[in-house]
Nanobody, 124 residues
Framework: QVQLVESGGGLVQAGDSLRLSCAAS????????MGWFRQAPGKESEFVSA????????YYADSVKGRFTISRDNAKNTVYLQMNSLKPGDTAVYRC?????????????????WGQGTQVTVSS
């Protein structure tokens, strides 16, 4: 069992940066790949980024590539999402998730554990 708690969201202006954190508790955090998803009002959940258990592999949605960076610190049981050059279109609730898959996946159903989410609002 893995419990996930996100933090770091807030209200920012376009062009600003935010760093989201996802703190994990429970066993074997370092054996899980981690992902970030987001959901804007009235829209379906969207994959944002994923990182392998070791941190050696990462993957990004085209919409955030070059602006967002995912990382993890297994000693601190935490995964991060550094978001730069934020746009109003990035406004959403951001959730982290843990997957036992070896290969990085963008499919929500392949993630076993989810956090409650943190709101990110980007004003123009």
């Amino acid at each position: 069992q893995v419990q996930l708690v996100e933090s770091g969201g807030g209200l920012v202006q376009a062009g600003d940066s935010l760093r989201l954190s996802c703190a994990a508790s429970g066993r074997s955090f370092s054996t899980y790949a981690m992902g970030w998803f987001r959901q804007a009002p009235g829209k379906e959940s969207e994959f944002v980024s994923a990182i392998s258990w070791s941190g050696g592999s990462t993957y990004y949605a085209d919409s955030v590539k070059g602006r967002f960076t995912i990382s993890r610190d297994n000693a601190k049981n935490t995964v991060y999402l550094q978001m730069n050059s934020l746009k109003p279109g990035d406004t959403a609730v951001y959730r982290c998730a843990a997957s036992p898959e070896v290969m990085l996946t963008t499919t929500p159903g392949r993630y076993d554990y989810w956090g409650q989410g943190t709101q990110v609002t980007v004003s123009s």
